[in-house]
């Protein structure tokens, strides 16, 4: 392959609106494509049976969100956006009752490996977060670590999703890149310390294959956005944790760094229940 052949087939970065059904597509696909691979990279950092809530590293044993981990035991799980399902597998492992969805087969198909290398089962089902195919008040909680929420055009949507399968008293832990993190380059090194973006600029991170077609895409909101479509769909918020980078954590991942996660927060977590 020549380089100008390279370069032709490199995808096209923008920031640029795409709308609901165009976003899940373009998602899907690339989660499909990318399930593997992901996995090869990040696999040893996630674990086969653990919820690791961010790039981070705190894991759901150690911050304890999800609240009394006794509780965990008999309880009804639905973990949207679950990837592998290896939060939804920790779950199952504390006693619970999981559901693990995801929009690709391919990351679904990730899943069903993990669980036969692991011993470890969930149920699982591909479908959109916004779109749930679940009862009303059908769990005790819905958990999702970086899964959905930023790949959803209408994420206000999703939540009025959440709460409407949670039961009365139910919670929902949800976390998703820190929106403070649109503001800056998205590298790990010193060039993500300066702000280049708008904070409020919501228009959508798109890439596109050079016939136009969208590849993958990311939506943003601010934190004030997350919290009023929390309150909108009937959830209270608990808590919004910004996790703070442990010394113990050397790793780079995209662009999240040692460097920047002393200085500015990656993660943010919504710690929700319904009224």
């Known amino acids: 392959m020549s380089g100008d052949d390279t370069w032709a087939d490199a995808p096209i970065a923008e920031r640029a609106p795409v709308g609901a059904r165009e976003t899940a597509d373009a998602n899907r696909r690339w989660w499909d494509a990318e399930a593997e691979d992901y996995l090869a990279e990040h696999g040893a950092f996630l674990g086969d ?11 759901e044993a150690e911050l304890g969100l999800l609240g009394d981990r006794s509780a965990l035991s008999g309880a009804t ?12 597998r920790w779950v199952a492992a504390q006693g619970a009752r999981v559901v693990s969805t995801d929009l690709s087969g391919g990351m679904l198909a990730a899943a069903r ?9 969930v149920e699982l089902a591909q479908c959109d977060a916004c779109v749930l195919p679940f009862a009303e008040a059908a769990f005790d909680i819905v958990l999702t670590a970086y899964g959905a929420i930023p790949f959803v055009a209408d994420s206000a949507r999703l939540l009025t999703e959440v709460a409407r399968v949670l039961r009365p008293g139910g919670r929902a832990v949800l976390s998703t890149t820190h929106p403070i993190r649109w503001a800056f380059p998205d590298v790990p090194g010193e060039a993500g310390l300066t702000a280049t973006t708008s904070y409020f600029d919501r228009t959508p991170y798109v890439e596109r294959e050079p016939d136009g077609s969208v590849r993958y895409t990311e939506h943003h909101r601010t934190i004030g956005d997350r919290v009023r479509d929390a309150v909108a769909a009937g959830l209270r918020v608990v808590d919004l944790v910004e996790p703070e980078w442990p010394a113990r954590n050397d790793q780079t991942w995209g662009g999240w760094s040692p460097l920047r ?7 943010l977590v919504l710690v929700l229940e319904r009224s």
């Open 49 to 59: 049976v653990e919820l690791v809530w961010g790039p981070e590293g705190w894991a």
């Open 113 to 121: 490996t993990v669980s036969r290398r692991s011993g470890v089962d």
């Open 261 to 267: 996660g002393r200085l500015l927060p990656g993660t």
């Open 77 to 88: 799980v639905l973990e949207i956006g679950g990837g592998a399902a290896q939060g939804g």
